[in-house]
């Protein structure tokens, strides 16, 4: 076997990998202090379609896609050619005022494959970037059109909408937003889709209504966009109720709100569908998505939106007064043609409307366990609720959450050769988004894996039987 970089590195300096990041690498929403010398840091160092392997040479099935991104699963050998020829015929050039082949004709695809007129496409890095520039462009389409006041972005308690600051400002979980505040002024926030969870005396037909009624509040003349992911990640996979994205398509007209579909996740087949919004049938003004659009081979995200809202940009001296060096970028953007033509060559999204029925029955099974209070999500995006009491439906506190999630739970999935997310911005969940050619061999080993750690999670978190 040839010598890698990595192993280079540390003959170079004579010291571990493990002792490298320890020092140098700052790793993003990671508690750096947690690892030592009796705490590694995982360090994976390959890849092979639902799996991935450690620096140990150990095993693990992917049961996240990374983290919501390797859509096609690792290790296309083919899709990373289609960078590396791309990157021989044209390295880099930029999509401020030039355009290049494969911004082209990535743009025209994504067009062809989005929903109802959403025609035109303005090219990100990622997720964050792509809901910045959507609530940028919200801002700038109403100043255009004759409502200069209208800049307020009304989005969901709990919703991850991204970390810059803009975003951040849609992002609906306290933790993420109190570091950084102020923040950029407009972020308003209504209740989550949580049906599990639905407050005393409310039906989950109200919950919809809660967008019309803070626009009153706020005053319909300050409100530029809605943002809503057509299943909502944070909180653990809350699908929407029947007829909830319908009826916000009504508001936003209403109130000539823009309807921004966050799809960073859902979208490229997660739900099974190109877009979440096919999914759930609604027509969004404008869509954001990252992550799958290149199954993670390259960094990239986009914004698309409709004929309607891209005019007043089109026009005379007018322009979008946003960008980024990197976005459309030539090799991301073969990345993202070769990613795609594994999507229709091998009938990804077949293989999600396949598998999703066994995926759900697989974390079904597990509701015998006291400790299971819920399964829920879509395509291959599910969840699953631990609770204290399934009866009452009584959560963790704080400090059982910590022991039962970081104290045991992610660590423990991770040795049983699981990676999954443990997750407590809302209730405590565990997270499955297995690659989107993961099937019945995968979800087998998901079960098993589950039922045996979180059968033992209920026994130390003393849930009642
Ligand atoms: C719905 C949604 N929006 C935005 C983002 C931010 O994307 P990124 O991490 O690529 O900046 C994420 C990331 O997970 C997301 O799930």
């Known amino acids: 076997m040839s010598t890698t970089t990595a192993e280079i590195t540390v003959a170079a300096t004579g010291s571990s990998l493990q002792e490298l990041a320890r020092r140098h690498l700052w790793m993003h929403f990671t508690r750096m202090g947690a690892y030592g010398e009796d705490h590694e840091i995982p360090i994976i160092v390959r890849g092979e379609g639902c799996y991935v392997w450690d620096e140990h040479g150990k095993r693990y099935l992917d049961g996240l896609s990374a983290l919501f991104c390797v859509n096609i699963g690792h290790g296309r050998a083919d899709v990373v050619q ?189 739900l099974g569908e190109w877009f979440g919004a096919q999914r759930y049938g609604y027509q969004p003004d404008v869509i954001t998505t990252a992550k799958g659009l290149t199954s993670a081979y390259a960094p990239m995200g986009a914004v698309i939106v409709s004929d309607r809202i891209a005019e007043p940009f089109m026009t005379g001296t007018n322009n979008f007064t946003h960008g980024f060096t990197f976005g459309g970028h030539p090799v991301c953007a073969a990345i993202a043609m070769a990613n795609l033509d594994v999507f229709e060559d091998e009938h990804i999204l077949d293989n999600v409307r396949r598998g999703e029925p066994l995926l759900r029955e697989t974390l079904e099974g597990l509701r015998d366990l006291p400790i299971v209070g819920d399964v829920r999500g879509a395509g291959y995006f599910m969840a699953v609720e631990l609770v204290k009491d399934k009866e009452t439906k009584e959560s963790f506190s704080h400090e059982e959450s910590e022991t039962l999630l970081r104290g045991f739970l992610s660590g423990e999935l991770y040795n049983r050769g699981l990676i999954c997310r443990a997750d407590d911005r809302g209730d405590p969940v565990v997270q499955l988004s297995p690659p989107l050619i993961a099937g019945p061999e995968q979800f087998a080993e998901i079960g098993e894996i589950l039922r045996s750690v979180l059968d033992e999670a209920g026994q130390r978190m003393h849930v009642h039987t």
């Open 82 to 270: 289609a960078g590396a020829d791309q990157a021989k015929e044209l390295g880099f050039f930029t999509n401020w005022s030039y355009a290049h082949p494969r911004a082209i004709e990535l743009a025209a695809r994504v067009a062809g494959y989005a929903p109802g007129d959403l025609n035109r496409v303005f090219f990100t890095s990622g997720g964050s970037e792509a809901v910045e520039s959507a609530l940028k462009l919200a801002r700038q389409y109403h100043k255009l059109t004759g409502k200069p006041t209208k800049h307020k972005v009304i989005a969901r308690e709990i919703a991850y909408h991204g970390t810059s600051l803009g975003a951040l400002s849609a992002t609906g979980i306290t933790g993420l937003r109190q570091p950084f505040e102020p923040l950029t002024p407009g972020g308003c926030h209504v209740p989550n889709t949580n049906t599990y969870r639905l407050p005393h005396g409310q039906s989950e037909s109200d919950l919809v209504e809660k967008i019309a009624e803070r626009i009153e509040f706020e005053g319909p003349d300050t409100v530029a966009a809605v943002i809503l992911e057509p299943v909502q990640n944070a909180g653990g996979c809350f699908t929407p109720p029947e007829g909830y994205f319908q009826r916000v398509r009504e508001i936003c007209d209403e109130y000539d709100v823009l309807f921004i579909s966050d799809e960073v996740i859902c979208s490229w087949g997660r």
